[in-house]
């Protein structure tokens, strides 16, 4: 038994693997985000330092953000895969889809970054002033 356009096939999926790798990646980190205050407690500990963690509201809606939107990508990439997948096995040409959905995600991932480099350095700014 053969696939007809298996290549094609095999490209969907690859791609579709790479987008769930990628959602898992940055689940993980926004994980690693917003459980931050955990670490920061225990280097405090052995430090023998008091940590003032009342700013960790925004950390922990940084990792948040970012677990939803990993799920969001792993949702974006099984519509991608299964759309793609019929449009493979389809006769006729067909448009290509917008990739606006793709460009937002990637948008919102940046914003997250960018507040969450703000957070940090800000903390490290306030910290060293005090």
Avoid: C
Wanted: aromatic share 10%; charged share 15%; glycine share 6%.
């Amino acid at each position: 038994m053969t696939v007809s356009r298996f290549s094609d096939h095999a490209a969907n999926e690859r791609t579709f693997l790479a987008w769930v790798r990628t959602a898992i990646a940055v689940m993980a980190f926004g994980f690693l985000v917003e459980r931050f205050d955990i670490f920061l407690k225990i280097a405090g500990q052995s430090l023998h330092k008091s940590i003032d963690l009342s700013g960790q509201v925004a950390g922990s809606f940084v990792g948040l953000t970012l677990i939803i939107a990993g799920a969001t990508m792993v949702a974006t990439a099984m519509l991608r895969f299964t759309r793609n997948r019929a449009a493979i096995n389809d006769e006729a040409a067909q448009q290509a889809p917008s990739g606006n959905l793709d460009l937002a995600l990637a948008a919102l991932i940046v914003l997250l970054g960018l507040a969450l480099a703000f957070y940090l350095g800000e903390s490290l700014v306030f910290s060293r002033t005090h």
